[in-house]
């Protein structure tokens, strides 16, 4: 009777895998292949496809967010990402992780081109890293400097209160931007 019981957990098991991978969209089949190929490409055009038709698929959502990034289409990224965590919690470590690591690479690359005298530069990387992460508000407040240091005043306000509105406490914007 024991060896009977393996036998049928084992085809259940099997059975589940294979019903598992049977509800899997075609499209993010070939999407992932072409993942492992590092054609990104083709795989947002598959995933879109995916999307298209079963928006609440959180792993085609997840993925097509991945591309995206991959790309630089950062708040298509976003959007993506925001529809995987809505339709399950299931990549949202990996999302996070998506997430944090564009926002640093911007974030770092306008530190490095203000360091260099390139404000411009500056500005371009931290209004991106803004996009990634609109939640952190050194995004706004680096703005704002860049936009200073530009004589571009009204954008320098618009970024301090932006900054304010993420980190309304924040006692160097406060008194940066002259209200404290």
Known sequence: MKKHNSFFVALVFLLGLGVMWACQPKEVTSAKVY???NDWDKAIE??????????????????LGQGYG??????????AFDASLAAAPTFEAQIKFEREKYWV????????????ENIQAAIEAFETASI????????????AVGYLRTDDFAKAEENYMKA???????VETLVNFGIA
Do not use: C, S
């Not at 690479?105 to 260099?116: D, H, L």
């Not at 304010?164 to 924040?170: C, F, I, R, S, T």
């Open 132 to 143: 990634v992460n609109p939640d952190k508000p050194e995004n706004y407040r680096n703005l």
């Open 105 to 116: 690479e911007y974030f770092n690359k306008g530190v490095n081109a203000f360091n260099e």
């Open 164 to 170: 304010l509105e993420v980190e309304p406490d924040h």
């Open 46 to 63: 598959q995933l879109e496809a995916a999307v298209a038709t079963t928006p609440e698929n959180a792993e085609a959502q997840y993925l």
């Open 70 to 79: 991959k790309k630089g289409r950062f708040a298509d990224m976003n959007r």
């Open 35 to 37: 993942i492992q190929q």
